[in-house]
């Protein structure tokens, strides 16, 4: 059989074709008893080799430490949280309103859509909404709808909306974090937030959804990431399995490590030991580093 495979491939016959015929011919030669056989021995290998990969495997990485302040750090930490409120003054809102007025718009390609970026006749549409009919006042107080906070950690006020459950009889709650991701804000979580904390059924999530530092009304770091040296030492001696790319394209600046560390210096802030996460785009990165950092 095996020749006459050959034979109709101009009597070339590739390894791994021949691997298979004869791995079919050996099958049919076992009976049921020595393929049980076969089968248990390719599972037990099987499981043995992810045994050994896990072992293997790092299952958390360093918690490490930051400070992304202005100047030197500070000897202690001001561990206070602080009540924030979204405002606006009509001073900005004029402001604003000269600056679009100012604006220069370039044509549009002739009988172009949005095939090379955004169109500029479209883009004057809604800006002329965004000037005349948006209603600042109404969206500040659809921002202020939950109680936000402030707290420093490593330098940065951290801002995050912090949500309770009104703890009915009878009802569990459970801490949940939430983070946004790019290009998002804390305010993608508004509409889901009564249907996790304000329920009658017998769960309900205390939920804090934090702005990540530079992003909404966090502050944004003021300092350089670690040096590249520095930083591989720090990983081979956590025995983390990182590579070259992950290095480069994440970590020479502040990263996903860092804002993973800060929340959870945050939840610990808040009296919170063990908690939910959820976190899509950059926010599933942090919470998945998160949870690195604290697997127990």
Same mark, same amino acid.
């Given at each position: ?56 495997? &790092?299952?958390? /990485?360093?918690?490490? @430490?930051?400070?992304?302040? *202005?100047?030197?750090?500070?000897? %202690?930490?001001?561990? #206070? ?68 906070? &402030?707290?420093? /950690?490593?330098?940065? @006020?951290?801002?995050?909306? *912090?949500?309770?459950?009104?703890? %009915?009889?009878?009802? #569990? ?124």
């Amino acid at each position: 059989m095996l020749l006459q495979f050959g034979q109709q491939h101009n009597g070339t016959v590739s390894a791994l074709s021949s691997f298979q015929l004869l791995w079919n011919l050996a099958l049919q030669e076992l009976d049921r008893p020595k393929l049980q056989l076969l089968a248990l021995s390719s599972v037990g290998i099987g499981l043995t080799y992810f045994l050994v990969w896990r072992r293997k495997a &790092k299952k958390s /990485i360093p918690l490490g @430490d930051g400070w992304w302040g *202005h100047g030197q750090q500070t000897l %202690r930490d001001d561990n #206070k949280i602080y009540p924030f409120k979204v405002e606006t003054s009509e001073d900005e809102i004029n402001d604003l309103h000269r600056r679009i007025d100012q604006m220069r718009y370039t044509e549009p390609l002739e009988d172009c859509g949005f095939q090379y970026g955004f169109n500029s006749n479209y883009l004057q549409k809604v800006v002329s909404y965004w000037r005349n009919q948006f209603d600042w006042k109404k969206q500040v107080a659809k921002l202020n709808e939950y109680p936000h906070f &402030k707290t420093n /950690i490593e330098g940065l @006020d951290v801002h995050f909306v *912090h949500v309770r459950a009104p703890h %009915r009889p009878g009802q #569990k709650v459970l801490p949940l974090m939430l983070v946004h991701g790019w290009p998002g804000s804390f305010f993608e979580f508004y509409k889901i937030l009564p249907l996790l904390t304000d329920t009658k059924d017998d769960l309900a999530f205390e939920v804090i959804c934090p702005s990540i530092p530079g992003y909404g009304f966090s502050e944004a770091p003021h300092k350089q990431g670690e040096s590249e040296t520095l930083l591989k030492k720090r990983f081979l001696e956590s025995n983390y399995d990182h590579n070259a790319t992950f290095l480069n394209t994440f970590l020479l600046g502040f990263c996903s490590l860092d804002a993973a560390r800060i929340f959870l210096k945050l939840m610990e802030r808040l009296g919170f030991n063990k908690f939910y996460l959820q976190g899509g785009d950059w926010g599933s990165l942090i919470t998945t580093n998160m949870a690195q950092m604290k697997p127990q």
